[in-house]
T-cell receptor, first 117, second 119 residues
Framework: AQTVTQSQPEMSVQEAETVTLSCTYD???????LFWYKQPPSRQMILVIR??????QNATENRFSVNFQKAAKSFSLKISDSQLGDAAMYFC??????????????FGGGTRVLVKP | GAVVSQHPSWVICKSGTSVKIECRSL??????MFWYRQFPKQSLMLMAT?????????EQGVEKDKFLINHASLTLSTLTVTSAHPEDSSFYIC???????????????FGEGSRLTVL
């Protein structure tokens, strides 16, 4: 079974600064998807960024970018120019690309991001 | 697009009663929906996979007779917590996988969640 580990329970960042969230995962599969989801106080899960394992290029979405290291099974999220609205819980998630796996998402434990004005 | 709606968003019930939570995909069809449970300050734990027209697949440790799941159409899945007890109090979240082109992206879309409080 796949596991996803987020080693940082909480991270604090000054507004306009950069913060990097760590995520490692364990899998024997070669093809999969990785995600970062944001959960603000409203509890609505919001997709931040997605990475396909077969793509070597790191995904980027505006101020959000990832550092995907497939061999190391690492998938960190960098938030640049942090804004107050970025304060939330961030979850790293894994999904197998094989239909037989059932399309299930496996989540890490989450990292709380605090943004200081 | 790709909106998933849950209802109710918050429900309080007495111990021993049953509560039904609905999960609807508003602008797409979903053969598969997922139900998660989230305790305060914890991650999302998958409870079961709901498949349209067939029985749900439950994760290990989840009581299927306690948490009844029905996926009667391509846009609706329901989770019924039967004979609820205070320990069932939690935040329940559903997600859906779109049919067609959207299914190739790997992305799932989440509902707003439903907070259950059992007195």
């Amino acid at each position: 079974a796949q596991t996803v580990t987020q080693s940082q329970p909480e991270m604090s960042v000054q507004e306009a600064e950069t913060v990097t969230l760590s995520c490692t995962y364990d899998t024997s599969e070669s093809d999969y998807y990785l995600f970062w989801y944001k959960q603000p106080p409203s509890r609505q899960m919001i997709l931040v960024i997605r990475q396909e394992a077969y793509k070597q290029q790191n995904a980027t979405e505006n101020r959000f970018s990832v550092n995907f290291q497939k061999a190391a099974k690492s998938f960190s999220l960098k938030i640049s120019d942090s804004q107050l609205g970025d304060a939330a819980m961030y979850f790293c998630a894994y999904r197998s690309a094989f239909p037989a796996a059932g399309n299930k998402l496996t989540f890490g434990g989450g990292t709380r991001v605090l943004v200081k004005p | 697009g790709a909106v998933v709606s849950q209802h109710p968003s918050w429900v309080i019930c007495k111990s021993g009663t049953s509560v039904k939570i609905e999960c609807r995909s508003l602008d797409f069809q979903a053969t598969t929906m997922f139900w998660y449970r989230q305790f305060p300050k914890q991650s999302l734990m998958l409870m079961a996979t709901s498949n349209e027209g067939s029985k749900a697949t439950y994760e290990q440790g989840v009581e299927k007779d306690k948490f009844l799941i029905n996926h009667a159409s391509l846009t609706l899945s329901t989770l019924t917590v039967t004979s609820a007890h205070p320990e069932d109090s939690s935040f329940y979240i559903c997600s859906a996988r779109p049919l067609g082109a959207g299914s190739n992206t790997g992305e799932l879309f989440f509902g707003e969640g439903s907070r259950l409080t059992v007195l």
